[in-house]
């Protein structure tokens, strides 16, 4: 079966740029997750959806993060302008419904210069 | 303010050397946790989850235990593929969001 796909994998651009990181989730997964990992303050949640809708992006850092769900199987998160401090590793994660357990993409690793 | 902790932060191992690993966590209404595996450059994997005090899961060489207060994942007899950051997340109050501990990174040497 087909996990989360994410794309892309490694991403390096210099600070100002707008950067966009894609997800699909697992089929059949009504429930899509944005996480965020550094050193410094391990994994955190940005947002998450449900059913293409979003329910709480209280984690999303700043105006300058959006997440965008256009239908079941594509999700977006886009940054712009970007900053140096923005340089993490950025994981999709999806789920059945909120209490069954999240599965993870491999992430995108993003370098901001 | 909810916490998730996780000790030690680091642990390394003689392969068959058997250990603890623990969580402990302040949440008011513990929905579930849950414990991921991660290795180098992927995301974290799936192993358990636990709903409620007394709950054990097992799954070969790993076993997760639950109290009110805190989790345990044994490690038994490890081997060297047992190598990961083992991380525990816990559902409180609001389905879906998971709130993670720092991890703990396991080496095991032959």
């Known amino acids: 079966d087909a996990g989360v796909i994410q794309s892309p994998r490694h991403e390096v651009t210099e600070m100002g740029q707008e950067v966009t990181l894609r997800c699909k989730p697992i089929?059949?997964?009504?429930?899509l997750f944005w996480y965020r990992q550094t050193m410094m303050r391990g994994l955190e949640l940005l947002i998450y959806f449900n059913n293409n809708v979003p329910i709480d992006d209280s984690g999303m850092p700043e105006d300058r993060f959006s997440a965008k769900m256009p239908n079941a199987s594509f999700s977006t998160l886009k940054i712009q302008p970007s900053e140096p401090r923005d340089s993490a590793v950025y994981f999709c994660?999806?789920?059945?419904?909120?209490?069954?357990?999240?599965?993870f993409g491999d992430g995108t690793r993003l370098s901001i210069l | 303010e909810d916490q998730v902790t996780q000790s030690p932060e680091a642990l390394r191992l003689q392969e068959g050397e058997s250990s603890s690993l623990n969580c402990s966590y302040t949440?008011?209404?513990?929905?579930?946790l849950f414990w991921y595996r991660q290795d180098p450059g992927k995301g974290p994997e799936f192993l358990f989850t636990l709903y409620s005090a007394g709950e054990e899961k097992e799954k070969e060489r790993l076993k997760a235990t639950l109290t009110k207060k805190e989790s345990f994942l044994h490690i038994t007899a490890p081997k060297p593929e047992d190598s990961a950051t083992y991380l525990c997340a816990v559902q409180a109050d609001s389905w879906g969001k998971l709130q993670f501990g720092a991890g703990t990174q396991v080496v095991v040497t032959p």
């Open positions: 949440v008011s209404g513990l929905r579930g």
């Open positions: 089929s059949g997964h009504d429930y």
């Open positions: 994660a999806s789920s059945l419904d909120p209490g069954q357990p999240q599965h």
